[in-house]
T-cell receptor, first 114, second 110 residues
Framework: AAGVIQSPRHLIKEKRETATLKCYPI?????VYWYQQGPGQDPQFLIS???????DKGSIPDRFSAQQFSDYHSELNMSSLELGDSALYFC?????????????FGPGTRLLVL | QKEVEQNSGPLSVPEGAIASLNCTYS??????FFWYRQYSGKSPELIMS????GDKEDGRFTAQLNKASQYVSLLIRDSQPSDSATYLC??????????FGKGTSLLVTP
């Protein structure tokens, strides 16, 4: 079965640079979530989109922005990168079913900021 | 802050034994609960979802939910070394994002 696709899988950036992470949800899924997982930490919710509109916002820094496009893929744009942004970034997709919704995670993008 | 609490472990069990993982949550209005397995450096993989009080079984895995006690657990029967991983308890919040616990590290020894 098709899974969530994320690109790139690995990314190395310098401080103050920008980065763009991409997420392609499972076909027919209408909702995308972004999570950040620092070393030894649990995943933290950043932002979500449902039917191309922002659905909910978590602990996303103002330096980050995201959007969902007409084909349902999503991009997370990160500017003025800081050392503390080094983390695994996961995208998850789901079919919006309310309380019965199940999220499936992509393989993640490992971002290293030097 | 809506919290999800787990014992960080490590929980060590011998191969073939039952592993019992526990989780408590603070938001009494929560309706949806999930267990994810995560190997080091990999993405969370859904093991079980549970929405109603009681037990739900899927192969070697059983999830148990007690909303009155705000408690959810995962039992792994006939534990295998390949089950060694971090198990994340997650609760769906009102915006449909997942609040995760910090995870319990499970080690199954041959």
């Amino acid at each position: 079965a098709a899974g969530v696709i994320q690109s790139p899988r690995h990314l190395i950036k310098e401080k103050r640079e920008t980065a763009t992470l991409k997420c392609y949800p499972i076909p027919r899924h209408d909702t995308v979530y972004w999570y950040q997982q620092g070393p030894g930490q649990d995943p933290q919710f950043l932002i979500s989109f449902y039917e191309k509109m922002q659905s909910d916002k978590g602990s996303i820094p103002d330096r980050f922005s995201a959007q969902q496009f007409s084909d349902y893929h999503s991009e997370l744009n990160m500017s003025s990168l800081e050392l503390g942004d080094s983390a695994l970034y996961f995208c998850a997709s789901s079919l919006r079913l309310g309380d019965q919704e199940t999220q499936y995670f992509g393989p993640g993008t490992r971002l290293l900021v030097l | 802050q809506k919290e999800v609490e787990q014992n960080s472990g490590p929980l060590s069990v011998p191969e073939g034994a039952i592993a019992s993982l526990n989780c408590t949550y603070s938001d009494r209005g929560s309706q949806s609960f999930f267990w994810y397995r995560q190997y080091s450096g990999k993405s969370p993989e859904l093991i079980m979802s549970i929405y109603s009080n009681g037990d739900k079984e899927d192969g070697r895995f059983t999830a148990q939910l007690n909303k009155a006690s705000q408690y959810v657990s995962l039992l792994i029967r006939d534990s295998q070394p390949s089950d060694s991983a971090t198990y994340l308890c997650a609760v769906l919040n009102s915006g449909y994002a997942l609040n995760f616990g910090k995870g319990t590290s499970l080690l199954v020894t041959p």
